[in-house]
């Protein structure tokens, strides 16, 4: 891959690094790099979490690649949100944890990327906006859809149609991320959550991932259907009989993932 790293430590929780720096900007190629790794590391049996952040100190990712779109036509704009759609998809749908570690700016299909995660951890520099308004376009990757159904909304029109910037701080109190650290603590952050993540039973966690995920999108019928089918596959696992027997012998449990 060109515009990504990727490294998968002893803990497994597999660091995914968006490399194109300063400011780490989102083309079809990231994107299409960006969905052929997630689809290897849904397969890979020794990745149990992923972080997912930028290279550099300045830019999680900066949006869009305007060079690339600004000569688009109506067809080919298409392709490329097909192409970004993907992506966003398959982080949001990967069944292992996946948490977004936020460092400086975030903005259009940088925010949505973060979106797309199950968490948010930024650095107290991070700016995050969809401030695409101001191009006389509006968030083709999601924006519209899951920042409503993170904060709400009132707090995401609020967002979405000033087209502003808001800080760590902000961004902490609208809901948008989980926590804000310093700089320097971010990646030591993100991992200490992603090797908590990591520990967890494998299965119980998709199942759990998938009730939440699918479920919040369905009436609370349909949704407490699927929590109940995601239930009983957790039982099934041999993760449930560890989980239970240990707590009997007040031991730590020693999942197997099967």
Not at 138 to 160: C, H, N, V, W
Request: aromatic share 6%; hydrophobic share 40%; glycine share 10%.
């Amino acid at each position: 891959m060109e515009t990504i790293e990727y490294m998968l430590g002893d803990n497994h929780v597999a660091m995914v690094y968006l490399n194109r720096p300063p400011y780490n900007p989102l083309n079809s190629q990231v994107y299409q790099e960006l969905t052929t790794l997630f689809e290897k590391l849904e397969k890979d049996p020794l990745v149990r979490a992923i972080i997912i952040t930028g290279k550099g100190d300045r830019a999680f990712a900066a949006g869009a690649d305007i060079n690339e779109m600004k000569d688009l036509n109506g067809a080919e704009m298409l392709e490329m949100s097909r192409v970004s759609r993907a992506a966003y998809d398959k982080v949001e749908s990967i069944t292992k944890p996946v948490i977004a570690a936020v460092n400086g700016l975030a903005l259009g299909g940088g925010c949505e990327l973060a979106l797309a995660c199950d968490f948010r951890i930024c650095s107290n520099n991070t700016k995050f906006g969809l401030p695409e308004i101001n191009l006389g376009i509006i968030p083709g990757g999601g924006g519209t859809q899951r920042l409503p159904r993170l904060i709400g909304q009132s707090k995401a029109k609020e967002l979405l149609f000033f087209g502003e910037m808001v800080d760590a701080d902000k961004a902490v109190e609208f809901g948008l991320v989980n926590k804000s650290v310093e700089l320097t603590d971010l990646l030591a952050e993100a991992t200490a959550w992603a090797e908590k993540l990591a520990g967890k039973p494998t299965i119980a966690m998709n199942m759990l991932k998938k009730a939440v995920n699918q479920g919040t999108n369905v009436d609370i019928s349909s949704g407490l259907d699927l929590e109940a089918a995601c239930f009983g596959n957790a039982f099934a696992s041999e993760d449930r009989k560890e989980g239970m027997q240990s707590f009997i012998e007040k031991r730590k449990p020693q999942f197997s993932g099967r």
